[in-house]
């Protein structure tokens, strides 16, 4: 796995999304990136990540691409590839990230499940994160006291000692995607930051960024099925 990097921002704040419960992290970070203006300024490579360039609006996506919003010194990884049992490395990856650009603080977006998830807006915010401050005990989440953070944020939380990390969490549906729940945890970090990003046109559009999000996902699985077909045919 490799970073490539176009430009190296200074003592920038990193988010990281990547797809898990509700693909939550990632709608919220194509969120940021379309409501930020962030540009695109570098990509991580992997032999390991199947070869799909999913094209949107005539661009191509980076299965993991890196973002920068400069207006408010943020840089964004947003994924749209399957990274399971990529964890570790992406989880070094960042690491790696956050020391060339001396980050100041990684902040990683999840879904979590809950047995009887709220619906609509009423859905429960949460935050964990390694060195406490007064700005997130004010935030409308509650903190995380007990639980298991798993994927990419698990392994970052475990690998990196360094910088400063504050996972924020949103109660999800079983079902994907949840742009409501995405919604609900860029009002947290919107508090956190203060981006004066709004939310609710996230909520009223929750079905139409479903419904692009969910045929991206399904074209990319389409591409590696066919490609394995392929791959058995060729063998078999």
């Not at 956050?98 to 047995?115: F, H, N, Y």
């Not at 939380?157 to 924020?168: F, G």
């Given at each position: 796995?490799?970073?490539?990097?176009?430009?190296?921002?200074?003592?920038?704040i990193i988010i990281e999304?990547?797809?898990?419960?509700?693909?939550?992290?990632?709608?919220?970070?194509?969120?940021?990136?379309?409501?930020?203006?962030?540009?695109?300024?570098?990509?991580?490579?992997?032999?390991?990540?199947?070869?799909?360039?999913?094209?949107?609006?005539?661009?191509?996506?980076?299965?993991?691409?890196?973002?920068?919003?400069?207006?408010?010194?943020?840089?964004?990884?947003?994924?749209?590839?399957?990274?399971?049992?990529?964890?570790?490395?992406?989880?070094?990856?960042?690491?790696?990230?956050?020391?060339?650009?001396?980050?100041?603080?990684?902040?990683?977006?999840?879904?979590?499940?809950?047995?009887?998830?709220?619906?609509?807006?009423?859905?429960?915010?949460?935050?964990?994160?390694?060195?406490?401050?007064?700005?997130?005990?004010?935030?409308?989440?509650?903190?995380?006291?007990?639980?298991?953070?798993?994927?990419?944020?698990?392994?970052?939380?475990?690998?990196?000692?360094?910088?400063?990390?504050?996972?924020?969490?949103?109660?999800?549906?079983?079902?994907?995607?949840?742009?409501?729940?995405?919604?609900n945890v860029i009002q947290?970090?919107?508090?956190?930051?203060?981006?004066?990003?709004?939310?609710?046109?996230?909520?009223?559009?929750?079905?139409?960024?479903?419904?692009?999000?969910?045929?991206?996902?399904?074209?990319?699985?389409?591409?590696?099925?066919?490609?394995?077909?392929?791959?058995?045919?060729?063998?078999?």
């Amino acid at each position: 796995m490799e970073l490539k990097l176009k430009k190296r921002p200074t003592s920038p704040i990193i988010i990281e999304g990547f797809p898990g419960l509700g693909f939550v992290g990632t709608i919220a970070v194509e969120y940021l990136i379309e409501h930020l203006q962030a540009e695109r300024i570098g990509q991580i490579e992997s032999k390991k990540i199947s070869p799909v360039a999913a094209i949107h609006n005539q661009q191509i996506m980076a299965p993991l691409g890196i973002f920068y919003a400069k207006k408010y010194n943020i840089v964004l990884v947003h994924a749209l590839s399957n990274i399971a049992g990529l964890e570790w490395d992406l989880a070094e990856i960042i690491a790696q990230l956050a020391k060339q650009v001396k980050a100041k603080e990684i902040i990683s977006l999840e879904g979590v499940s809950s047995p009887q998830p709220s619906e609509g807006t009423g859905l429960q915010s949460f935050f964990y994160t390694t060195k406490p401050n007064k700005k997130l005990t004010s935030l409308e989440a509650s903190e995380l006291k007990e639980g298991i953070v798993m994927g990419v944020s698990g392994a970052l939380l475990l690998k990196d000692k360094t910088t400063p990390i504050t996972c924020i969490f949103s109660e999800t549906k079983s079902s994907l995607p949840d742009s409501r729940a995405a919604a609900n945890v860029i009002q947290v970090i919107d508090q956190y930051l203060g981006l004066k990003v709004d939310y609710k046109p996230l909520e009223r559009k929750a079905d139409e960024f479903e419904a692009k999000l969910k045929g991206l996902i399904t074209q990319t699985k389409r591409a590696v099925d066919q490609k394995q077909k392929k791959d058995l045919d060729y063998f078999g």
